[in-house]
């Protein structure tokens, strides 16, 4: 129920090393470890190649170098899902993975940003549409791995009422539309579901 509310792994530059990248920690805190998206291949801080150890039960990349392991946690995405009746605005995507198909609004946030914050500015740039990150109703977190990534989505949702600013294509969009998902074509499977979830709500 709804309640208020570059990369790892690909081939290093010349030289052996790859740029440095933004630093993460792992979730307890310890040590200078790396936090990346996807299995890293080379260590983003300098480039050597990891090798794979065990570490709290599973097998982890790490780096001899740096002598610390890099820690492949999920990344975090926002949507929105702006409901009016049956109807909710769907975006089609201008772009790959899944250019031509219809989606929910969102992205993946900030490093400065909340979840719902995130979402209202990926609903802004994407549609034109306005909406207070305190209107959202937050529906439910999942976990989807996309192209090798792991993806921890927060899926929030608006009425159209609670809302401002008419749709238009925005950023990541070549249309934007409000309707049911069986009046689009194709529509993402992930869209469909955080729908129902929203709608359900």
């Known amino acids: 129920m709804c309640g208020r509310a570059g990369r790892a792994g690909a081939v290093p530059r010349a030289g052996g090393r790859r740029p440095r990248r933004r630093r993460g920690r792992p979730p307890d805190g310890v040590g200078a470890e ?3 998206g996807e299995p890293a291949d080379f260590c983003p801080d300098c480039g050597t190649a990891t ?13 001899p170098a740096c002598e610390a392991f890099v820690w492949h946690n999920p990344v975090p995405v926002a949507t929105v899902v ?53 209107a959202l109703r937050l529906c439910g977190v999942g976990h989807e791995t996309r192209e090798g990534r792991n993806i921890l989505p927060v899926v929030y949702a608006v009425e159209r ?21 069986a009046d689009l074509d194709p529509v993402r499977d ?11 709500g």
């Open 34 to 36: 790396d936090v990346t």
């Open 51 to 63: 090798d794979r150890r065990e570490s709290e039960g599973r097998e982890r990349r790490y780096c």
């Open 82 to 134: 702006v409901l009016d009746g049956d109807r909710a605005l769907f975006v089609r995507r201008a772009a790959s993975p899944d250019r031509g198909e219809w989606d929910i609004p969102g992205g993946f946030l900030e490093a400065d940003e909340s979840p719902a914050v995130g979402a209202v500015r990926e609903l802004t740039e994407e549609t034109g549409v306005r909406a207070s990150p305190e």
């Open 161 to 181: 009422a609670a809302t401002s600013g008419s749709p238009v294509a925005g950023s990541d969009a070549d249309a934007v539309r409000f309707a049911r998902p």
């Open 190 to 200: 992930v869209a469909r579901k955080r729908y129902l979830l929203a709608a359900e």
